[in-house]
T-cell receptor
């Protein structure tokens, strides 16, 4: 009964391909996020959704498109993958609006390797 | 320049010893500060949270302190165990906006037997 689960855990693909990472949370939280952690271990927010509505959209290439079919799911689709997209992508959730100081609950991460 | 800086970048200690990790921040207006622990290959997990009015918060062998005047926080680990080996990330939130929290680069702690 994992709280925040993401799939796949590992993804190896060729440059130029399109891939998706799925995320689901069973905590009943209203807000979900995608973070990117590069090789230097620095976590950087990409997107935030609250009740299926996009709240935060950092400077991310438009090849990245998040989709939230309901408040328990936030999927990340990446078009035309590039070498620099290789990283670990973390999904997270928190209770309430992003303006609340809710604790972030992270998934286990999805390691994307672009060859 | 990152507005949340952690030191040291990495630290190696022997099992049973104590250690202290530092976090200095320049972000404002400050709302709260969290310490997260990230085991290798896992997602970060919250250890402590402190608001402006709190000076110290404990979670088992982990004790976090906060000096809002000097904008410094520390995480003290007592009687370290091998399982404490992980990255420790300091996260400062502004205006209660958890989504745009500023993350430090983390301190990688290795506990050796």
């Amino acid at each position: 009964d994992t709280a925040v689960s993401q799939t796949p855990k590992y993804l190896v693909t060729q440059m130029g391909n399109d891939k998706s990472i799925k995320c689901e949370q069973n905590l009943g939280h209203d807000t979900m996020y995608w973070y990117k952690q590069d090789s230097k271990k620095f976590l950087k927010i990409m997107f935030s959704y609250n009740n299926k509505e996009l709240i935060i959209n950092e400077t991310v290439p438009n090849r990245f498109s998040p989709k939230s079919p309901d408040k328990a799911h936030l999927n990340l689709h990446i078009n035309s993958l590039e070498l620099g997209d290789s990283a670990v992508y973390f999904c997270a959730s928190s209770q309430g609006q992003p303006t609340n100081t809710g604790e972030l609950f992270f998934g286990e991460g999805s390691r994307l390797t672009v060859l | 320049k990152n507005q949340v800086e952690q030191s040291p970048q990495s630290l190696i200690i022997l099992e049973g010893k104590n250690c202290t990790l530092q976090c200095n921040y320049t972000v404002s207006p400050f709302s709260n500060l969290r310490w997260y622990k990230q085991d290798t290959g896992r997602g970060p997990v919250s250890l402590t949270i402190m608001t402006f009015s709190e000076n110290t918060k404990s979670n088992g062998r982990y004790t976090a302190t906060l000096d809002a005047d000097t904008k410094q926080s520390s995480l003290h680990i007592t009687a370290s165990q091998l399982s404490d080996s992980a990255s420790y990330i300091c996260v400062v939130s502004l205006n209660t906006n958890a989504g745009k929290s500023t993350f430090g680069d983390g301190t990688t702690l290795t506990v050796k037997p």
